[in-house]
């Protein structure tokens, strides 16, 4: 009786260390985005000096009108929705068809494909950007969206094929052999077969494809000078000006970017833990 | 009924292979493999933005190598990375530690602990720089209004500071990757085994030791290695944060490369700055894609 007696207070010693734990990581994570979205909903008398406030006692929508009305916010808005966009619907398709040959066709160099896939995934963009800028001025493609969609592909392809891959191979062989005697074609089995039954991986697939591209930085920031062309995450930085920056539109302004990420993310959240211990893409 | 020449070759796995693997294909020569080999050539230019450029030898190597800054900087990326890694590292076993067994709230706290993975890691840089900001900032304020100090600090203009406050953010943006890594692996290690180590009577600590570390090694290991080379080799924080400041005390060679290209125009000594942190990345690398074919082997 001693021991369970113990066991339990232990148990509950050990629930409580957790609860103190994930309460200081939660008030860690929680605590600057508490301060971006407060932020956002302030007058700047309480955004600035002395009269500064921890929460808003006037609320208002001043700083998103601003956003709206003074600054060409609703078209990186809408450049960084059309971006994302294209290169997750081609990535997706580019790699459904690669990682299906890679893992059910037999052909000479198929080996050394799938590891080059690995390396060209772990090339850095910090090293690619100064020759792809040089290639998009020569193309007449920097400047404009479809380039950032073609360069995007360098990286959302390569780690897409290999995610994609590791799902393909579960597909029994028997299903795809079944329709093949049937007198599906192999791209038939690769629509009717194992895309339907690898939808969750091909949902993974598209999230990434669509995060990494609506967050990506440093290519949008060389390639696109043009604030037509100019993207949330390189046009929102452009708010600052001379070094005065306006926190209070900008706070409004990173809130309604981190909407859409978000949103994707709690709809694929239940398939991502398992996309994920094949490495990810951020840390 | 023979099947034409057509359905034939439609199913000739060669000529499929070709097809499927087209598109990724051009798309790995054009915006990956081509532009690497372009970059290696490039480092050995002397070329301005837009002009042809001049072969000069390893001379940007040996004007990099010469040049104290420089070498500060590979110091700070070392220092920036290692130290990064490891408090992501720590505080994502930690949380995943904490949040792997069915406990109530649980599933509330996971979906919390994720969502800095999901903010664009610029979107987080700047709230972050706004969270420092010496005189409206949240900590400054959050720090007066506890009496924990009388002076406001200048957080990212602190020599001894800065690098601190750029790294908290690296560790806010990348900790969930982290996180979910490790929660993964934990998962699929075999209930039995934890089973079997409390029969023997092991210890939490004992359990930790000999159960979850073995099981989790190759976790670890992967997870690591692409942190590694993703948190050197991304310049966002550094750009947005400081953009280096104060006197290079923060700087990165990412970003010192990036301003060096768009400051300056020398394309060719800042294609060489990521050339000579490339072999150390290669090692990374090389371990890093051995281990991962080996899993897919298995």
């Given amino acids: 009786m001693a021991v369970t007696s113990s066991m339990r207070g232990l148990r509950r010693g050990r629930a409580l260390a957790a609860y103190v734990v994930l309460a200081v990581l939660a008030v860690w994570t929680l605590g600057p985005l508490y301060w971006m979205v407060t932020t956002s909903f302030k007058t700047n008398r309480e955004v600035y000096g002395t009269s500064a406030t921890l929460w808003p006692r006037q609320p208002t929508l001043a700083n998103y009108r601003v956003l709206f009305t003074k600054t060409p916010f609703a078209v990186y808005f809408q450049n960084s929705t059309l971006i994302a966009l294209a290169t997750t619907a081609v990535t997706v398709l580019t790699s459904a068809f690669g990682a299906y040959a890679l893992v059910r066709l037999r052909f000479p160099g198929r080996r050394f494909l799938a590891r080059g896939l690995v390396y060209t995934y772990l090339v850095p963009q910090s090293l690619l950007f100064i020759p792809l800028f040089t290639i998009l001025v020569n193309t007449g493609l920097s400047n404009t969206r479809t380039g950032l969609v073609l360069t995007y592909l360098g990286f959302t392809v390569p780690f897409c094929t290999w995610l994609l891959m590791g799902y393909f191979v579960s597909v029994p062989v028997e299903l795809e052999e079944a329709g093949l005697v049937d007198g599906c074609s192999r791209l038939g089995v690769l629509f009717r077969i194992v895309m339907p039954v690898t939808l969750p991986a091909l949902a993974v697939t598209a999230f990434f494809s669509f995060t990494l591209s609506w967050n990506e930085y440093l290519y949008a920031s060389v390639f696109v000078s043009d604030v037509n062309a100019k993207t949330i995450p390189t046009g929102i930085p452009s708010f600052i000006i001379e070094d005065v920056f306006f926190w209070g539109p900008m706070m409004a302004s990173t809130v309604l970017s981190v909407i859409p990420p978000l949103a994707v993310y709690f709809i694929f959240q239940r398939w991502l833990l398992t996309g994920l211990t094949l490495g990810a893409v951020k840390g | ?298």
Wanted: hydrophobic letters at 55%; proline letters at 5%.
């Fill in chain 2, 1 to 298: 009924m023979t099947p034409s020449r057509w359905d034939r070759l439609k199913n000739d796995q060669m000529v499929l292979a070709a097809l499927f693997l087209l598109p990724t294909l051009l798309v790995l020569l054009s915006v990956v493999v081509y532009p690497f080999l372009s970059a290696v050539w490039i480092s050995f230019q002397a070329k301005q933005a837009g002009t042809p450029g001049q072969f000069i030898g390893v001379q940007n190597y040996a004007e990099l190598l010469g040049n104290p800054v420089f070498l500060q900087i590979v110091g700070n990326t070392i220092f920036y990375t290692a130290v990064a890694v490891a408090i992501k590292f720590t505080l994502g076993l930690l949380a995943a530690l904490v949040l792997a067994p069915e406990r109530r709230l649980n599933g509330l706290y996971r979906t919390v602990l994720f969502v800095p993975w999901a903010v664009p890691t610029v979107i987080a840089a700047l709230n972050w720089r706004w969270v420092y900001d010496e005189f409206s900032g949240m900590l400054n304020n959050v720090l007066l209004a506890l009496g924990l100090t009388k002076n406001v600090v200048a957080w990212l203009a602190e020599p001894q500071l800065a690098m601190w406050c750029v790294i908290a953010v690296a560790v806010w943006t990348g900790t969930p990757f982290y996180t979910m890594s490790f929660l993964a692996g934990l998962q699929a290690i075999p209930k039995e085994l934890y089973e079997a180590a409390r029969l023997d009577g092991a210890s939490t600590l004992q359990e930790f030791r000999h159960v979850t570390v073995p099981g989790m090694q190759a976790i670890f290991l992967v997870t690591v290695m692409l942190s590694t080379v993703f948190t050197s080799t991304s310049l966002v924080i550094v750009n947005v944060l400081t953009n280096g400041a104060p006197a290079e005390r923060t700087n990165i060679l990412p970003n010192f490369s990036f301003n060096l290209a768009m400051g300056t125009g020398r394309l060719g000594i800042a294609s060489a700055v990521n050339m000579i942190f490339f072999p150390l990345l290669i090692l990374v690398i090389l371990g890093l894609s051995r281990r991962l074919l080996a899993a897919r082997a298995s």
